[in-house]
């Protein structure tokens, strides 16, 4: 097809491949807004299916191991309220890493504002042992979300006024949360009567929440979809929420509009501390009664995968914040056949991946090369 | 050997791994990609040594097995940020959740069983008489001995070849670089594979060299700190060293401190590679805020040869 002319003057049509091979490219799709339904379940399942050749390696069944899992968390009666429980720090955890990924914060840092706040819960019990009820929950809820908000705020400073990558600083700052409460529970706090266990003596009855009936669901579930609710409302409804979604979706217009971006950061990073210091709160006075050694499984991490599953939207946050919860029950479920109970962070983790990747699927097209 | 020496072994010995992982991380960025999946990387990658080194009692293997995982998750970094253009900071943030995950799970059955050797030394004889580089060179092993080679060829490869020079640019404008026939997206692959190479074995030399027995989450957030590092270091393998061997130091020095008897509890000296961490952190912002900081000008940004920016 190519003749000499032609190769010396350049050709007004592309030049055409010679022998056509099938070759594809990826490029924008100017109408892809958004993805099918099903990517999302198909994400999991794939997820899933990843993890299950790990299983398989281990010998074990995948579809036992998955089946034990899903009746541990949903099974009984028992089950879901164990999982319910769980899906109340991650539910709270999850809204303020969305509240701040709504302006492209990203909060990594729940984890330690989490252990801050049950480090602050914990020291109201400490110094004030002799409070009722009505003084010591509101107080320790205020210390709480103080010391989270603050340990929000360690990582929005630097972020606005120095210009440092928060993601590097709010995952420091989780070391420093967990060293601090190891200091707490292995040295001043320790129970005196509790045989070297690392923890803090227990809660007395005015210090820790009312549980709902005899289950161990507690008043922490209320705060949660409290909280939720009010995420859902302000965003939506609110100047405040307006703003929000502005510097989320232009940063660069938002500023050109006055939109005083820095103080926003400053006050998200505040309120995601704090709703993560408030779980933490939740999490001592409501289930473990006391402040021990290795309190969180890593909830504010999974906040993250829950607040991403949930693309941010509130409903969305509760539905994947008690999947993630039944995942962590799930996990401790199998851990009497023999597995560890990290395989719910290895799922977790694969299903953040897949939902990465069935998220690009919608932005883009693949064409055939003519 | 008076004290200095004593914490410059130290900062050798616990500043090698961050060496490597930095180093690793430059090479990726360089070319335009942001790996944040340092932490889960070298987990995988020291779990992997420790079950390879246990199973067939064989060094070189254990160190074949981490570059096998390593290309693996090289290759779906690669596969998320340059295929499917996926957001480059969640790609690695999820990496660093699996690999912390997987690496719980699979160490399982290793935990608390130390490897049955350990990383063979050069024994420099000569060196011995030699006052303070008799201490510190002699005996080193012989990962410690490659990270110095890899520094010095890593610099002369990305400032003094023209491999280097395209790498610098499809770091800092693909777009350009396209124009010039540099295959992009082909070299961005390369990278993040070989980077990640070095981040698992970084996760390795963790393993074999510093602390011979497997712990969940053992890494302890030096991942974090090496992503860190390379902001500190300007991408400049060079300056990476000193910077890693600097936070080596912070690492020794909570332990120093503590043996000449003082009274701050362990916790909070435990705490000071990662206060300095920020603490850095915010000065260089501070200083660069109206400068350019080296950082490669596409940092994060996909290529899209069809997309015009």
Redesign the interface.
Known sequence: MSNPQAAATPPLEPAETPGRRWSY????DPAGAGNPWWVTPLSILLALLLCGV?IAA?GMNPMTVYAKMVNGAFGSSFGITETLVKAIPLLLCGIGVAIAYRISV?N?GAEGQFLVGAVAATAVTIWFPGLPIYGTIPLMVVFAIAAGGIWGL?TAI?RTY????E???S??????AI??L??FV??PWKDPKGFNFPGTPMFNEAQTLPALGDTRLHLGLAFALFAVVLYGLLVKYTKWGYELRLIGANPEAAKNAGIPIKRHILLVMLISGGLAGLAGMAEVSGVSHRLMYGISPGYG?TA??VA?LAKLNPAGLVVSAVLFGGLIVGGYSVQTIGL?S?????????I??FL??G??LG??RLRRNA | MDTFTQIVIAAISSGTPLLFAALGGILIERSGIIQ?GAE?IMLLGAVISCMTFIQTGSLPLALLAVAGISIALGL?HAF?TV?????Q???G??????????S???G?SVAGTPVPGSVPKLDLDFLDGVPFLGDVFGHLNVLTWFSFALVVVLHLFIHRTSWGLHLRAIGDNPATADVMGIRVQTFRYGYVIAGTILIGLAGADMLLAYSPTWT?GMT??RG??A??LI?FARWNPIRALLCAYFFGAMDTIGFKIQLIGSEI?S??L??IP??V??LV??YL??RS?NKLSGTPQSLGLPY????RF
């Not at chain 1, 120095?162 to 990558?165: I, P």
């Not at chain 2, 943030?93 to 997987?102: E, K, N, P, Q, R």
């Open positions: 490219r990826i490029e924008i790990f281990n990203w990594i360690l630097p120095f210009q440092v990558n993601l590097v600083t995952l420091m700052l989780n070391y420093v060293l601090l190891d200091y292995f040295g991490y993250i995968i991403w560890p990290s395989i719910s962070n290895m799922i977790q983790g694969a953040l991946f990465i990747a998220g690009m932005k883009f | 944040l889960g779906v998320m295929t499917l253009r996926a957001n900071t969640v790609s943030l999820a990496m660093t959740l699996f690999g912390t995950g997987l719980a799970y699979l399982k969940e302890a957030g974090w700190i992503v860190a902001i509890p916790y909070f435990k705490m990662y206060i961490t920020i952190l915010m912002g501070w805020r899209i040869r069809e997309q």
